[in-house]
């Protein structure tokens, strides 16, 4: 018992060093952004144009204070909050196969929390690079199967909504078009009910602006193709997609250099170079920690030089 009790507190006082009052990774120790972006090609830099495409992991360095404390007769023994402390630290270092592990135990929980990280995890495994196809495949499925569980089990759960959203886009991708803009409308649904439930997670936000920029810059023969599918196909405006990533920013100042390079997109479709310059150099300047910093930085500067 003693033992247990020292552990518990080892481990809370190391969460402490990490976490924030609110429970959120300080920015420039660890990474806690969540996961879940489109990304399309049909940037100034790239000249192609799917409809909806995945993105990449975000993903944060250091992992050893965590093995100080890591006994997994301690870890089957705590409880569910401690468990869920342990579970968001892990993902916050980025240690992918060990949240997937640590969580694959509660694959049966009733618990919404359980199962929307456990969703979380499985869809970074899928992510990882070098991965064979079948394994991705079946990680994406995977992952949308316990999405889809976490929402059934609590429809208030903010996380729940948003992670059915990026899982369903993922699952779109081996459905073909019109399914994908089938799924469209749903995604939006749910992204839009997680601000609801959430208004201050920025990366739901961001994610709804990533949706709004995706069809404001759908080619004219897409469109008319989505229009041959559906009476009503997904529309939006750059308009849109400026304010989600504007309320982003402002709910997160400066939180993912990913939203700084679109608003700087954004506002140069919107032929707003000033303002586009002044967030094309803010991206440009953020301090890399992943490889999608980098390929940010880079499309930046790519940017910049043609202004």
């Known amino acids: 018992m003693a033992g247990r009790l020292l552990t518990r507190c080892v481990s809370r006082a190391?969460?402490?060093?990490?976490?924030?009052?609110?429970g959120r990774v300080n920015k420039g120790t660890c990474r806690n952004y969540w996961t879940g972006l489109w990304r399309t090609t049909a940037t100034t830099a790239r000249s192609r144009a799917p409809f909806l495409v995945t993105f990449p992991v975000l993903s944060c360095l250091g992992y050893k204070a965590y093995q100080w404390v890591h006994i997994p007769a301690v870890v089957c023994a705590l409880e569910r909050d401690e468990l869920l402390e342990q579970a968001d630290y892990l993902y916050s270092c980025a240690e992918t196969?060990?949240?997937?592990?640590?969580?694959?135990?509660?694959?049966?929980?009733?618990?919404?929390?359980?199962?929307?990280?456990?969703?979380r995890a499985s869809r970074d495994l899928s992510q990882l690079p070098d991965l064979a196809a079948e394994r991705k495949k079946a990680l994406v499925f995977e992952a949308f199967e316990y999405a889809t569980k976490a929402l059934e089990k609590d429809e208030?759960?903010?996380?729940?909504?948003k992670w059915y959203a990026v899982c369903l886009s993922d699952v779109g991708e081996y459905g073909g078009v019109k399914v994908k803009i089938g799924n469209s409308y749903i995604i939006r649904k749910h992204l839009e009910e997680a601000v609801k439930l959430n208004p201050k997670d920025a990366t739901s936000l961001h994610i709804l602006g990533y949706w709004c920029f995706a069809f404001a810059e759908l080619?004219?023969?897409q469109r008319k193709v989505a229009?041959?599918?559906?009476?009503?196909?997904?529309?939006?405006?750059y308009e849109?997609?400026?304010?989600f990533f504007l309320k982003a920013e402002e709910v997160d100042p400066n939180f993912y250099s990913m939203n700084m390079l679109m608003l700087g997109k954004t506002y140069l479709a919107l032929k707003e170079t000033e303002k586009a310059t002044m967030w094309l150099i803010k991206a440009k300047q953020y301090q890399p920690h992943t490889n999608e910093d980098k390929e940010v930085h880079k499309e930046a500067v790519e940017l910049l030089k043609k202004l």
């Open 227 to 237: 229009a041959m599918i559906f009476s009503t196909p997904p529309d939006a405006t």
């Open 97 to 119: 196969e060990k949240l997937y592990q640590l969580l694959l135990q509660h694959k049966d929980s009733d618990d919404a929390e359980f199962l929307w990280r456990l969703a």
């Open 219 to 221: 080619p004219w023969y």
């Open 156 to 161: 208030q759960c903010f996380a729940a909504h």
């Open 240 to 243: 849109e997609a400026l304010e």
């Open 14 to 22: 190391v969460l402490k060093l990490t976490l924030g009052a609110e």
